[in-house]
């Protein structure tokens, strides 16, 4: 895994930021999260695309997951929020910005239905990842089959509590998401996460440094052939090898991956 760290969030936003723009250049196929972590990130993006430096034209995106019972056009389901605060200020074709139904009748099909359309897509080239405190990815809550694919999954209540800042009242928060799966994000080109804050630093340290188990989720990155972790300071605290990290950041080569995009910010 490649571990980047930054003295502050903006910084780590526009290093992602700077990643997401190489693929997009490309037409890749782009994998979103929702959440806090990414929104400085959708910014920077949107702003080299208002600077002209940018152009999403060539891509799809597919989001990660979304709450059971909300339907698109509900202000807080991801389809709705993806559009608000990324999607509609850059020039992706809106019919282009996929997420499973939350409103389907039939959440286990659409779940199905959601994993196939990726694969018919031609698979995501880059997914962006956020990380959940207890170290869920996606909404793959701890127990998660390290190969599962897209599925309901019912939120873990620190997720619900997590997330009720979003709603109303915790009671308001959905129990259950269409989530992609642990397989499926693995066969992701690149998986690039990010964590920032102290409150990430526990589970940080369990996805870089804990062993591989389905306790913690995103631990699964460990296996992903091209993952990219990027942090800021308050969220590595907790790392034992962080001097390491930090010598291999400093110490980086210049050199392309096969795919041509350097390999590392
Ligand atoms: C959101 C998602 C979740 C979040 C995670 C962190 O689509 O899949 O895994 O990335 O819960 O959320 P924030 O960034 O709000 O701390």
């Known amino acids: 895994m490649e571990i980047l760290i930054y003295p502050a969030a903006q910084v780590v936003a526009r290093a992602a930021a700077e990643m997401i723009g190489l693929s997009a250049q490309r037409g890749a196929t782009l994998g979103l999260a929702t959440g806090a972590t990414p929104l400085l990130t959708y910014q920077e993006l949107i702003a080299s695309y208002r600077r002209g430096e940018l152009s999403f034209a060539q891509s799809k995106a597919f989001l990660l997951d979304e709450y059971v019972g909300l339907a698109p056009n509900h202000p807080q389901s991801y389809h709705q929020t993806i559009r608000e605060v990324f999607t509609s200020h850059i020039d992706i074709d809106d019919s282009a910005v996929h997420s499973p139904d939350g409103a389907a009748e039939r959440p286990w099909e659409q779940a199905q239905e959601y994993e196939q359309l990726i694969i018919d897509a031609g698979g995501i080239d880059l ?23 897209t599925r ?47 409150a990430k630093a526990e589970a ?62």
């Open 127 to 149: 997914q962006l990842l956020g990380l959940g405190t207890n170290g869920h990815i996606a909404f793959n809550e701890p127990a998660t089959s390290l190969s599962s694919t």
């Open 204 to 265: 940080v340290e369990r996805l870089v440094e804990g062993p591989l188990s389905a306790s913690c989720p995103a631990s699964v990155l460990q296996l992903h052939p091209h993952a990219t972790i990027i942090v800021d300071e308050a969220a590595a605290a907790g790392l034992a090898n962080l001097d390491y990290y930090r010598y291999v950041q400093t110490h980086r080569p210049d050199w392309q991956g096969a795919d041509g995009l350097p390999r590392l910010v």
């Open 152 to 198: 309901i999954e019912t939120l873990h209540p620190q997720t619900v509590a997590d997330n009720a800042r979003y709603f109303s009242s915790v009671a308001e928060v959905p129990t259950h998401a269409i989530t992609q799966g642990l397989g499926t994000i693995l066969r992701s080109g690149h998986a690039l996460l990010l964590a920032t804050g102290k």
